[in-house]
């Protein structure tokens, strides 16, 4: 049985101002998009310029924000938040849904494809592995910040965390997620995009592996104490992963018919 070593969350202070090992895991996650990126660009691999890799990183921004947050509020406490509409604003109490940041910037990328006159498909399969990376840095993150933690295990790798106040082995499910939604959707990500794909593939091939990646591990991670598990006892996490799946799907096969 493992210890969580009970990271300080803030990584240093300037002053008074205290920098967090979360935010800076967001700093990773926006400077790896922007390095893998210019890779892409440089390398032929995408029809991009580099000021347009920085539109799509500063659109990308509010897309996650907004959407993360909306996407907590109403995916996962929308009658809390309807009896206390001004906690909705303090985003520093915490609150993000991926689901929710994946929808805000699937919209974002929609303006800005019109923007720049390409094709949203085009776009999103040019951002499509350029994210996966910045996701292990979230999942680090919450490791980090001992939040997130897994249920109840008896494996020899099971962790204790300080913060579930009940000196129970838990999974590091946040560990697992980095190495699934992360490293792993990175690579199938990066070498099949390599090559010319039909447009929309690399982009449905995010959807299929994100999706599937995150209904595994949330088999290991402990649902949220005011949902619970749902119908067929699955948790929220994959209920809102299905739909990507089940969409994925759809998408690499009707690319594939298209060529």
Not at 88 to 115: D, E, I, N, Q, T
Not at 176 to 192: D, K, M, P, R
């Amino acid at each position: 049985m493992l210890v969580h070593p009970n990271f300080d969350p803030i990584a240093f202070s300037i002053g008074p101002v205290a920098v967090r090992w979360y935010g800076l895991m967001y700093v990773v996650a926006f400077l790896s998009f922007l390095a893998l990126g210019r890779h892409r660009i440089r390398s032929g691999l995408a029809n991009f310029t580099l000021q347009q890799l920085d539109d799509l990183l500063f659109y990308g921004v509010f897309g996650v924000v907004l959407g993360g947050r909306l996407g907590y509020i109403l995916f996962y406490k929308p009658t809390y938040y309807l009896q206390h509409p001004l906690e909705a604003l303090m985003v520093w109490h915490g609150g993000m849904s991926f689901h929710g940041g994946f929808l805000g910037v699937l919209l974002v990328l929609f303006l800005f494809a019109r923007k720049a006159g390409k094709s949203f498909l085009e776009v999103t399969d040019f951002v499509a592995p350029l994210v996966p990376l910045g996701l292990a840095a979230g999942r680090m993150g919450n490791f980090i910040n001992g939040e997130l933690w897994g249920r109840a295990t008896t494996l020899p790798w099971g962790m204790v965390f300080p913060q579930a106040q009940d000196g129970i082995a838990r999974h590091p499910s946040q560990l697992y997620q980095f190495a699934l939604e992360g490293l792993l959707l990175f690579v199938v990500l990066w070498w099949f995009s390599k090559r010319p794909r039909p447009i929309g593939q690399t982009s449905a091939l995010f959807l299929i592996g994100y999706g599937v990646a995150r209904f595994i591990a949330e088999f290991a991670r402990e649902p949220d104490e005011f949902l619970g598990l749902l119908f067929a006892h699955l948790s929220m996490g994959q209920w809102l992963s299905l739909p990507m799946i089940v969409a994925g799907l759809i998408l690499f096969n009707h690319c594939k018919k298209q060529t």
